[in-house]
């Protein structure tokens, strides 16, 4: 009877395609083949083509390491933003001043860099870092429990702080005076790969990281956009 239950739990839990369905999503194949994933309807998309606004084989851009961009921005205090983001491995550990050795296979997945938590915490580190440099102050704190490390795969749950100038504006929109976002993040490591192609190559390749995030404002997260971006980030594909 035990196994029975077991087999029957297991049938219950929803697959991806099921998640996917129940939010209403579309599928969205990257005209460069770089990834997949399933976005809300509504939500506007940008991939950039210009070489300048794209990362260079350093992580590096215009825009940072963003190589795709969707979300609605109809309620300008709460907005929906999603961005993918293409960056050798090495990056997130230099910008924490770790040195990187020349082993590339120690490079390949998660679980050989670190604990999940730290990893988790270094990369939001470096989105507020980015957040600050650009005039947006933001502290973010990684959700307790929050973080899954499975081979190439890291996924956690962040909540950030966001500074607002007015608060009593924002007390008369939305009924609070701080805003919180949650945010949703996805990492693939691919070994062997390239920022700016799909192209694999064991001699000149190097493990490059795939990002997916996606950010909502607190109440949209409560009212069921939880629901949504775990459908998001469960669609999420890189070749």
Do not use: C, H
Not at 8 to 25: I, Y
Request: no cysteine; glycine share 10%.
């Amino acid at each position: 009877a035990g196994t029975a239950d077991a087999a029957g739990a297991a049938d219950a839990q929803p697959t991806v395609k099921g998640l996917v369905e129940a939010a209403n999503l579309k599928g969205f194949r990257d005209p460069q083949g770089m990834f997949a994933l399933a976005l809300p309807k509504p939500w506007f998309k940008v991939r950039p083509t210009d070489k300048g606004d794209l990362p260079d084989e350093s992580g590096k851009g215009r825009r940072g390491s963003r190589i795709f961009s969707a979300g609605l921005l109809s309620n300008q205090f709460a907005p929906k933003i999603l961005s993918v983001e293409r960056f050798p491995v090495a990056l997130v550990l230099a910008d924490a001043g770790i040195s990187v050795g020349q082993d590339k296979a120690s490079l390949s997945s998660w679980a050989s860099l670190g604990k999940g938590e730290r990893l988790a915490e270094l990369l939001t580190n470096r989105r507020d870092a980015e957040a600050n440099a650009s005039g947006r102050p933001s502290s973010t704190a990684v959700l307790p429990g929050s973080v899954v490390v499975s081979g190439a795969t890291l996924s956690f749950i962040s909540v950030t702080t966001v500074e607002v100038m007015r608060p009593d504006l924002l007390e008369e929109q939305i009924g609070k005076r701080q805003l919180r976002r949650y945010t949703r993040f996805r990492g693939e490591i691919r070994g062997d790969s390239f920022v700016t192609s799909t192209a694999r190559d064991p001699v000149n390749g190097q493990p490059v990281v795939t990002a997916l995030w996606i950010s909502v404002e607190e109440g949209e997260w409560e009212s069921g956009d939880d629901m949504v971006t775990g459908a998001i980030a469960g669609s999420f594909e890189v070749p």
